[in-house]
């Protein structure tokens, strides 16, 4: 009876507590393996394609970016910006909230209009200084915030400005003003120009190189020349002192045929100076009855040195 107690002990010990059956070693059984999980997929991202940009617009952005005129370290005057004016560029202006930024026009510059892109949050007024051809405008800018930007355009009795404006949140430009190569080249060209009208004309003239033989005839006109004469490479027709203060007569000249060409020359005090030689020229005034005076270059020796007038 013990034994038989001690045999269903030892069968109940090695039994699993599921109750299943245990395969003998002799007939082994394979236990069949828990069903795997199918494999999670991967979360399916939306990717949204990047627009491109029209190739208008790209060529506009291109266009702006490059009429941009960034402020130059050379270019400060103490604290003003000098932009050299160019039409059709862009001026970048750095401002700040807590900071104006004058933006100075030419001396005797007159202010038309002023328009901005964004009028809620800058502060756009103008103001002047000076009196008379000094009187200067100024356009004042203030931001109420960093980080904006927009653009700003004024218009003068002169030129019209193209500015574009940023915020930061310290750093402001106190001032910026231009200067106007253009117009200094064409002052310096009216000086020169100038300077070349009252000078003597016999300045680089010698007397032996000058040549008289040229005849004076037709109208006697208040204006006829008092007589011609060149340097073998230009010629001079001298008229009285009057002509400074009445009408001056365009000068043409008379081709082998008679056709008549308006020529170019220059005006030295009461001189006209013609850069090459003819042989014939007319002088011509009036629509109605038309004064015409004429000048012949002729043989050497057949006139005067003073020149022939008849």
């Known amino acids: 009876m013990k034994i038989m107690l001690a045999a269903s002990a030892f069968a109940l010990s090695i039994a699993p507590a599921s109750g299943r059956s245990v395969a003998s070693p002799q007939s082994p059984t394979p236990v069949a393996a828990p069903a795997a999980s199918p494999a999670p997929k991967p979360p399916v991202h939306r990717i949204r394609a990047k ?10 952005a291109a266009a702006n970016r490059a009429a941009t005129q960034e402020p130059l370290r050379q270019a400060f005057v103490n604290a003003v910006q000098v932009f050299p004016f160019s039409d059709g560029a862009i001026y970048q202006v750095y401002t700040a909230p807590g900071a104006v930024t004058d933006i100075s026009l030419q001396p005797g510059e007159s202010l038309v209009a002023v328009a901005a892109g964004d009028t809620v949050r800058w502060i756009i007024g103008d103001t002047t200084s000076g009196s008379g051809t000094q009187k200067r405008t100024h356009i004042l800018v203030k931001p109420f915030a960093s980080g904006l930007a927009t653009n700003l355009v004024v218009t003068t009795d002169r030129r019209s400005y193209h500015l574009q404006l940023t915020a930061t949140s310290r750093t402001a430009m106190a001032a910026l003003s231009w200067t106007y190569p253009a117009e200094q080249l064409i002052a310096l060209r009216r000086v020169a120009e100038q300077a070349e009208a009252s000078a003597p004309v016999s300045d ?3 007397i032996d190189n000058l040549h008289f033989n040229y005849t004076v005839s037709g ?6 020349p008092l007589r011609a004469f060149d340097d073998g490479r230009q010629t001079f027709v001298e008229f009285p002192a009057s002509i400074a203060v009445g009408e001056a007569p365009p000068l043409f000249i008379i081709g082998p045929t008679g056709e008549a060409e308006l020529v170019n020359y220059r005006v ?3 001189f006209y100076v013609i850069d090459r030689i003819f042989d014939a020229a007319e002088l011509r005034l009036g629509t109605r009855k038309q004064q015409i005076v004429r000048i012949d270059r002729v043989a050497e020796g057949s006139a005067s040195r003073k020149g022939k007038r008849s």
């Not at 491109?52 to 506009?60: E, G, L, N, T």
């Open 219 to 224: 109208d006697r006109a208040a204006w006829r």
């Open 51 to 60: 627009r491109a940009m029209s190739p208008i617009v790209a060529r506009v």
């Open 268 to 270: 030295r005090g009461r």
């Open 204 to 206: 680089g003239l010698s």
